[in-house]
């Protein structure tokens, strides 16, 4: 039973930094991508980015340059270094995994973490 299981979240005031974790238990297969969701109130869910199992990654465009996601499969964790933060990026952030490549689409995945609160303050 794969379980995703997020932590890092919190305060911040703008301009800052982040850094989320997102550790993957139980048994997984091999070719899986890792994204980053969040979501705000009164939002939909939006992809902030994804990481392939080659280690390819894509990026929404408004966090493109200030957010970088990494994966260390060996101890089946993934990152999301979030810099330069701004009042726009607070929510509610979860990850998620999917077999093979990435995808926007929220509803292609099928596990997800419980989600992590990140507040920018100005």
């Known amino acids: 039973h794969v379980q995703l299981v997020e932590s890092g979240g919190g305060s911040v005031q703008a301009g800052g930094s982040v850094r989320l974790s997102c550790e993957v238990s139980?048994?997984?297969?091999?070719?899986?991508?890792m994204a980053w969701f969040r979501q705000s109130p009164g939002k939909e869910r939006e992809g902030v980015g994804g990481i392939d199992s080659d280690g390819t990654t894509t990026y929404e465009e408004s966090v493109k340059g200030r957010f970088t996601i990494s994966r260390d499969n060996a101890k089946k964790m993934v990152f999301l270094q979030m810099n330069s933060l701004k009042s726009e990026d607070a929510g509610t952030y979860s990850c998620?995994?999917?077999?093979?490549?990435?995808?926007?689409?929220?509803?292609?995945?099928?596990?997800w973490g419980q989600g992590t609160q990140v507040t920018v303050s100005s």
């Open positions: 139980g048994n997984t297969q091999r070719n899986y991508c």
């Open positions: 998620a995994a999917r077999r093979y490549a990435c995808m926007w689409q929220p509803n292609a995945y099928g596990l």
